[in-house]
């Protein structure tokens, strides 16, 4: 009920503005948090708590990748972009959202194994080196520079303030055990997944003339 009720808080962010969203969503936690402070003193039995190894994150990363990506095309204009591109953009996803749920896994890994773990540290480290961990990726699978350069400057802002929302709420101290903590982390990401969904479509879709006459996987691209 009440990661539900999170998740609900985290998705009024509106991918177009994410800056105005992110202020609705700190006064949204304000009132969570307020709300789950009188419930705990209220009814104080603790409910089962899912193990995260089983959170559905995991399985909404496969399911991109393994079915969805392939159905999801650049459009321009209301057209479907040129093949090149759009080999690039599901390969670009593949190769993330791999290395995502992998860095995953190794935070809920490393935070069972400390019995006193700082968890905000741990995600902000393991943030840090999985965003070098896929463009050293991305460079050896040869995607073009402009494309990566791009996306970093379009999507880090909005994971970066994402991120900061994450670990306000993890510093906040309502989850009494790493489970809940953990589980909260991973709702969240989620949401930043289909964000990046968004800006890796705007990236490659908004690039015209600095892709042009350049050649991914043996396609020229246009």
Not at 69 to 75: C, F, G, K, M, Q
Not at 81 to 92: A, D, E, L, P, W
């Amino acid at each position: 009920m009440e990661l539900n009720l999170l998740q609900m808080i985290l998705e009024s962010f509106d991918k177009d503005n994410i800056f105005g969203s992110m202020i609705m969503s700190v006064v949204g936690l304000g009132t969570y948090y307020a709300g789950l402070r009188i419930r705990k003193r209220m009814f104080p039995t603790k409910p089962k708590i899912k193990d995260p190894h089983e959170n559905e994150i995991f399985s909404y990363l496969r399911a991109i990748r393994k079915v969805h990506l392939e159905n999801i095309s650049i459009l321009h204009h209301g057209e479907v972009y040129c093949s090149g591109r759009n080999i690039m953009f599901r390969k670009m996803l593949s190769i993330k959202l791999k290395l995502w749920e992998d860095k995953l896994r190794e935070i809920i890994r490393l935070a069972k194994k400390e019995k006193k773990v700082n968890l905000v540290k741990l995600h902000s480290n393991a943030i840090t080196d999985l965003i070098v961990a896929y463009n050293e990726e991305w460079r050896k699978e040869k995607i073009p520079e402009i494309v990566i350069s791009k996306f970093n400057n379009w999507h880090n802002c909005h994971a970066e303030s994402l991120i900061k929302t994450i670990n306000i709420s993890l510093s906040e101290g309502m989850f009494s055990s790493i489970d809940e903590q953990l589980n909260l982390l991973l709702v969240a990401h989620k949401l930043i997944v289909d964000r990046t969904i968004y800006d890796a479509k705007q990236t490659l879709g908004k690039l015209n003339g600095e892709l042009s006459g350049l050649e991914y996987n043996g396609k020229i691209l246009r």
